[in-house]
């Protein structure tokens, strides 16, 4: 790869992401009162137009003549408008229409995402061995986290001040709490 075209990709990803990036807190207060997944999932058709903010993982992405389908399993937004890392808290996926070039590769399965934009009804597909109806939503914009947020916080072991502590040089290291 010459330089020109590294640096041109590298360039063209950098505004990608400064594009992707930010949402103005008013928009995002205002969406915050709106609708919630379930509502619009039970009913999607009954909301076209509305505006929401919904957030989840990454499942797929694929281009389509229009733009890019992108499928994503609903988690619970937090307050910074992040979604929750807990898969057991999801109420479904839906389908996130982007309308322009969005070259999957730079939503890899996995990646964390929040996307405003409005309900546009909804899309039947296949699931496994059945057919799912997928709420479907008009990106306005979609925050993608970066991978180094996608990490839940982890307790780490203390390890202590010196080697003879922690859990590989002591022989009387036990996981906390102790129970005796």
């Given amino acids: 790869m010459s330089d020109k075209l590294l640096a041109r990709t590298l360039l063209s990803a950098v505004a990608l992401l400064v594009t992707l990036a930010g949402c103005a807190s008013t928009q995002e207060a205002e969406d915050r009162q709106g609708l919630t997944f379930l509502q619009v999932k039970a009913t999607p058709d009954s909301f ?17 003549k229009d733009g890019t389908r992108i499928e994503i399993l609903q988690l619970p937004l937090d307050q910074s408008m992040r979604p929750g ?19 999957p590769a730079t939503i890899p399965p996995g990646t964390r995402v929040t996307v405003r ?27 993608v986290w970066p ?6 916080p982890r307790i780490r072991p203390y390890m202590g001040p010196g080697p003879s502590w922690g859990p590989y040089w002591s022989p009387s290291w036990r996981p906390w709490p102790y129970y005796w």
Wanted: charged share 20%; hydrophobic share 35%; glycine share 8%.
């Fill in 48 to 64: 076209q137009g509305q505006s929401v903010v919904f957030g989840g993982k990454v499942l797929t992405a694929r281009r389509q």
């Fill in 85 to 103: 890392y807990d898969l057991t808290q999801s109420q479904g996926r839906f389908i996130a229409l982007y309308r322009e070039f969005l070259d």
């Fill in 117 to 143: 934009g409005e309900v546009s009804g909804s899309v039947t597909l296949p699931l496994d061995e059945t057919d799912y109806t997928y709420p479907a939503i008009s990106i306005k914009h979609v925050q």
């Fill in 147 to 152: 991978a180094s947020e996608d990490m839940a």
